[in-house]
């Protein structure tokens, strides 16, 4: 017997979970891609993108996945023989490094291990010994989905200006675009760069970088930039095919229309992040519950340098991995894998999971993935802490009184 014949529950950091009304919107005939309502409302996208960046700047919108948006973001102001600076908080970082590399780029890497956030006084040190200038920009994840590390974006940006540097300050948000706070233009960030499946609550194949005046201008003396990646003519289209290099993402188009509906204009962005913040909080109280005489332990036992988007967790070898495989075919609930966290005695990261959080989630998904995990915790036998299920509760129930706008128009109900 098993138990898991319901709606599946994908509780990875992204894909993330979408919304009926997103995937409804998606489910249609071809539209035209010359004249009508597809050009129109591709227009109407911009702004709200904007909006959730909070940028009055300018953003390309790119058909591909994240992958498509970090390379994007290097080669419109970066060449060949050029150097950045990494402060590296998890595998993204490295990710991001790595295509930097294969592009010609030269990367000084500031290593922060896989249980810290960055220190900005450190990024400050290496660009003051940066006499030259040589460092052209740094690159920053903001929430590193394999830790789970939330980087301190502001106190990075003043560090930085502190030393006078010039080099233009990259931001990844792929992660936690929509969960965990961002203000590109207030925070100083030259180039963002994020995706549509993770908190934008679209399926995969649209990602966005976002570009402000001091990286345009860097643009613009570019030598060389390859025109499909080249983000001028898709900031400032001329003609509709312009913003994609060719056809554009028809069905995606009308998913992120709904999504971003939900977003910015039923529930608000200030709204979306607090419901994140909260439902955060009732996943910590779980797991430091949880954490009291056994193996599991969450990976970052500083809350405040926790992402809302995701929570990176320990428990050894092989246990990570039983107890993902017993929720999948036993309780209906997919946890993420454990990724970068390999060590000689782990090499597949069989100790490792991670609870991805982010988009279209409510108490009552959240309390159903947490009521699976106590299960599978029983069932396998593994020890740990009693009262983690009755203190998540109580996170949602106190988090219910300051956000009682969250059951604002459809985006309130849930999956069907
Ligand atoms: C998911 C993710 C990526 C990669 O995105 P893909 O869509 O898988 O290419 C990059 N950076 C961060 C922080 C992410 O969470």
Redesign the pocket.
């Known amino acids: 017997m098993t138990l898991n014949h319901g709606r599946h529950t994908l509780a990875i950091?992204?894909p993330s979970i979408m919304p009926d009304r997103v995937m409804q919107a998606m489910h249609r005939a071809a539209p035209n891609i010359y004249t009508g309502e597809l050009i129109d409302l591709a227009a109407t996208l911009v702004p709200d993108l904007k909006a959730v960046a909070r940028t009055k700047h300018k953003v390309a919108m790119y058909i591909g996945?994240?992958?498509?948006a970090?390379e994007a973001s290097l080669v419109n102001v970066l060449a060949t023989g050029d150097t950045v600076l990494v402060p590296a908080t998890g595998n993204?970082s490295h990710?991001?490094a790595g295509m930097a590399e294969r592009l010609g780029i030269t990367t000084q890497v500031i290593e922060f291990g896989r249980r810290s956030a960055l220190d900005p006084a450190l990024v400050a040190e290496a660009l003051d010994a940066d006499k030259s200038h040589k460092i052209k920009a740094v690159l920053c994840?903001?929430?590193?989905?394999a830790t789970s590390a939330k980087s301190d974006v502001a106190a990075l940006r003043s560090a930085i200006d502190a030393t006078g540097h010039p080099a233009l300050l990259m931001v990844?948000?792929?992660?936690?675009l929509g969960c965990d706070e961002m203000q590109m233009d207030d925070w100083g960030v030259d180039v963002m760069v994020a995706?549509c499946?993770?908190g934008l609550m679209t399926p995969?194949g649209m990602?966005f970088v976002f570009f402000n005046d001091k990286a345009a201008e860097i643009r613009a003396k570019m030598e060389r930039v390859s025109s499909y990646w080249d983000w001028t003519p898709r900031a400032d289209p001329e003609q509709f095919y312009q913003y994609w290099c060719g056809t554009a993402p028809t069905h995606h188009l009308y998913g992120l229309r709904v999504a971003l509906d939900m977003i910015v204009h039923e529930e608000g962005l200030e709204a979306v992040w607090a419901r994140h913040a909260t439902l955060a909080r009732a996943v910590w109280a779980a797991f430091e519950a949880w954490e009291v005489g056994g193996p599991l332990e969450l990976n970052l036992a500083n809350r405040a340098i926790r992402s809302n988007a995701v929570t990176s967790v320990r428990i050894g070898a092989p246990t990570g991995t039983q107890l993902r495989n017993w929720l999948t075919e036993q309780a209906g609930v997919t946890l993420g894998i454990g990724l970068g966290m390999a060590t000689e005695e782990d090499p597949q990261s069989d100790g490792f999971f991670r609870v991805g959080h982010m988009g279209h989630l409510n108490s009552h998904m959240l309390l159903g993935t947490l009521g699976s995990i106590q299960a599978g915790l029983n069932a396998l036998q593994i020890p740990h802490g009693g009262g983690a299920l009755e203190a998540a509760a109580q996170v949602c129930a106190a988090g219910a009184d300051d956000t009682a706008d969250l059951t604002v128009g459809a985006s309130g109900s849930c999956c069907g």
Do not use: E, L
């Open positions: 950091p992204g996945n994240g992958h498509a970090w993204f990710g991001w994840v903001q929430t590193d989905t990844d948000c792929i992660a936690c995706g499946q993770k995969p990602s």
